[in-house]
């Protein structure tokens, strides 16, 4: 599920804490699985949460009948809160025997040491290495011998657009370059009519890191440094696409207002509602919202623009970033009792049939090969995610990572007030960085 959707779930009560060490140190250790109880955290999808509780029982039913053990489910909500569950149960030695990561949190769990190495036999297991997208196990660990997640789905990034939108504003494709995007996008502004050409969600806690990093790379600069030691969130590329994103609210008008305040999901229903021309930064997982909304015939995907605003050509150093390796992962903790369950619940869920189910649901790509060859045979819309998948570009494989993006979460989140306060200054863009880089730096060895 994409990883905006999530939900907050308090299990650090003493009373929960004293189950949790119970049950995930494997309470009853019957061979077929009878009695014992799987501890599962993943992240909470308040796009579906419907569909996601039918979806946690039918896999906790699926589950039962190939094992006899039960599954106990909790979520977290936000990227905060992913990394602080996942400190808490290190810390403690006790909680979820499998943990969802998202892949940029895969280096923050192996930098505790707190995840089991899997094995030759472990990736047996689970439907062995074959089974899987080559690109997200680039991102299963530190280096092939030190693999600690096994991809579970894939969510590459692209645009989606209003091709009515389109139409009416005399626009034949999709944008190639930033400064195309604004142009069209200010062609389909209608503010009186409640109309924009884009769309922000900078209170989201996942979305606006993704941004900046793509703008970043693009005009040549990087995060981190090359050999990871160095923190760079504040140089002048990064100030210019923090800067840039801004801009579509301050300057160039081309965003709602209101949008400030908004996250993942309220840009997502803007757009479903007719009244945005483009989203970036989005996964397939819009496409069960797109297929029962107002523009179910009226949407496409495509690229985002890979050539700085401003510029014709990337400079000599810029990358064509426009997706990372993303998506969710399975990591099974050291201290569980129960890794067999765990390893047999991770070949489930990633099982031809269950992907597919999955897919279905809530719009995230397979990481199963087959079962994602298999969609893309059939829908246009799905195999261009799959070409993007391709060529995407894994992030560095920092224990940093994690951190970094809750930091520039809560850059995004005061520079979205200050401009729905009429305070914003792109003066006050650096210091905040500053400050940012100077946390992370502190995180880096």
């Keep these: 599920m994409k990883a905006t959707h999530r939900r907050a779930c308090h299990w650090l009560s003493s009373l929960m804490l004293l189950t949790l060490i119970l049950a995930a140190c494997g309470g009853n250790t019957s061979s077929n699985g009878t009695g014992q109880t799987l501890h599962v955290l993943i992240g909470y999808n308040t796009t579906y949460p419907t569909q996601q509780k039918q979806w946690m029982q039918q896999i906790g039913s699926d589950f039962q009948k190939a094992t006899g053990a039960t599954i106990a489910w909790d979520t977290y909500s936000s990227s905060n809160e992913e990394q602080t569950k996942l400190q808490n149960a290190i810390v403690t030695g006790s909680g979820p025997d499998v943990f969802s990561l998202g892949t940029t949190f895969v280096p923050t769990a192996q930098a505790t040491k707190g995840f089991a190495t899997l094995s030759d036999q472990d990736w047996k297991q689970v439907g062995g290495k074959d089974r899987f997208f080559k690109q997200q196990l680039s991102m299963s660990g530190i280096s092939p011998s030190q693999q600690i997640a096994i991809p579970w789905v894939m969510r ?43 769309e922000m969600d900078p209170s989201d806690s996942f979305d606006p890191w993704k941004i900046w990093w793509m703008f970043t790379e693009q005009m040549g600069g990087h995060f981190l440094s090359q050999d990871l030691k160095t923190a760079q969130l504040n140089t002048p590329q990064a100030v210019d696409a923090v800067k840039f994103w801004f801009d579509w609210a301050n300057n160039y008008k081309i965003v709602d207002p209101n949008s400030m305040a908004w996250k993942a999901g309220d840009a997502t229903q803007a ?175």
């Design 156 to 198: 590459p990034f692209a645009m989606v657009y209003n091709k009515e939108l389109f139409q009416k504003a005399g626009i034949s494709a999709p944008p190639t370059t930033w400064t195309e995007f604004v142009q069209d996008a200010q062609k389909m502004t209608n503010s009186s009519a409640g109309i924009y050409g884009a």
């Design 271 to 445: 757009f479903a509602n007719g009244k945005v021309g483009m989203l970036i930064m989005v996964t397939s997982t819009l496409t069960p919202t797109m297929q029962k909304s107002s523009v179910a015939d009226k949407y496409a995907f495509a690229p985002m623009p890979t050539i700085p605003y401003g510029m014709q050509q990337r400079p000599a150093n810029g990358v064509p970033a426009s997706t990372i390796v993303s998506g969710d992962m399975l990591a099974v903790a050291d201290y569980s009792n129960v890794k067999d369950l765990a390893y047999k619940f991770i070949n489930l869920v990633t099982d031809e049939a269950h992907q597919l189910e999955w897919t279905k649901t809530f719009g995230d790509l397979p990481t199963n090969v087959a079962a994602a060859n298999s969609l893309a045979s059939k829908d246009p819309q799905t195999a261009a995610f799959i070409q993007a998948e391709q060529g995407a570009s894994p992030t560095p494989f920092s224990g940093a990572w994690g951190p970094l993006e809750v930091s520039l979460a809560g850059v995004s989140s005061k520079l979205a007030n200050e401009v729905a306060t009429k305070h914003y200054d792109p003066s006050h863009i650096k210091p905040l960085l500053d400050q940012a880089n100077q946390q992370i730096q502190g995180q880096l060895h």
